[in-house]
Antibody
């Protein structure tokens, strides 16, 4: 079955860019939306944004213009970049697949999550 | 953004209990409501989509209902594996938003 695996640095310096990659295995990245979600004790689960496999993206306006999500279909990967990181970006970051049943969408496959700490 | 509010925030329950968790949206979301279960150190798991449709592989003791702004997740007879935190999430629009969670604790 489809599995997702996040990868990237666990420590990011303040003001630098947080970069994570999600590798999709056991299935194709095509025909789905691929999401990034984060979870911190103070803010619960927060949806960062998603990308459709052809490259169109939507992100959470709360993160302003700091978010870039991209996809590499040749590698079956999608990525997150969050610029100007601050301590408030410290969280567990998850990637997930959003799938539609009729017209109802839910995130049915998740990565295990990766902890990112923003600190000097 | 659509705000999702769950109640209660925590619940002390026993194996075999019938459990009901409520989720309210700040505006109508039709039936675009999902429920997730999360255990410590693990990713959330999709239980219910479209307010009442059971995700494949999820036990039938879980059920969801509601539409518009008010929704419920019911566990008909709580099993030991069900002690976890439950989240609702709307998929009506972006940004997707989650409730703050309801933690089921052993009484």
């Amino acid at each position: 079955q489809v599995q997702l695996q996040e990868s990237g640095p666990g420590l990011v310096r303040p003001s630098e860019t947080l970069s994570l990659t999600c590798t999709v295995s056991g299935g194709s990245i095509s025909n789905y939306y691929w999401s990034w979600i984060r979870q911190s004790p103070g803010k619960g689960l927060e949806w960062i944004g998603y990308i459709y496999y052809i490259g169109s993206t939507t992100h959470n306006p709360s993160l302003k213009s700091r978010v870039t999500i991209s996809v590499d279909t040749s590698k079956n990967q999608f990525s997150l970049k969050l610029s100007s990181a601050t301590a408030a970006d410290t969280a567990v970051y998850y990637c997930a697949r959003e799938v539609g049943h009729s017209h109802y969408y839910g995130m049915d496959v998740w990565g295990q999550g990766t902890t990112v700490t923003v600190s000097s | 953004d659509i705000q999702m509010t769950q109640s209660p925030s925590s619940l002390s329950v026993s194996v075999g209990d019938r459990v009901t968790i409520t989720c309210r949206a700040s505006q109508s979301i039709s039936s675009y409501l999902n429920w997730y279960q999360q255990k410590p150190g693990k990713a959330p798991k999709l239980l219910i989509y479209g307010a009442s449709s059971l995700q494949s592989g999820v036990p039938s003791r879980f059920s969801g209902s509601g539409s518009g702004t008010d929704f419920t997740l019911t566990i008909s007879s709580l099993q030991p594996d069900d002690f976890a935190t439950y989240y609702c999430q709307q998929s009506y629009t972006t940004p997707r938003t989650f409730g703050q969670g309801t933690k089921l604790e052993i009484k």
